[in-house]
């Protein structure tokens, strides 16, 4: 089992910034994709960005590219959500997930899942 704790979420205004962590345990971590995702309220989870283990390629949602930054640092078994420039439609749990190796972008590509941490936009 792989243990996911998110932190870092928060209130902040239109145009702010938040950096979100998702420490794992129990796992090798650097040898785990590692995801970002999000569910906005009343709708499905989606995804947001992913850090494969494999190559160290990135992806991004194109709702978030340029804005948000994904990165990682395996000696603190830790994935980051770096987001700038936000926006209200970007008010969502934000979860972190992981999966040996490489992962997609779908919610069922992903074995581990933490808890969630809300971040809400204001306007």
Known sequence: QMQ???SGGGLVQAGGSLR?????????F????????????????????RYNAIGSTTDYADSVKGR????????KNTVYLQMNNLKPEDTAVYYCAAKPFYGGSSVGDYNYW???TQVTVSS
């Open 4 to 6: 996911l704790v998110e």
């Open 20 to 28: 979100l962590s998702c420490a794992a345990s129990g796992r090798p």
């Open 30 to 49: 650097s040898s785990y994709a590692m995801g970002w995702f999000r569910q906005p309220p009343g709708k499905e989870r989606e995804f947001v960005a």
């Open 68 to 75: 948000f930054t994904i990165s990682r640092d395996n000696a």
């Open 114 to 116: 933490g808890q969630g």
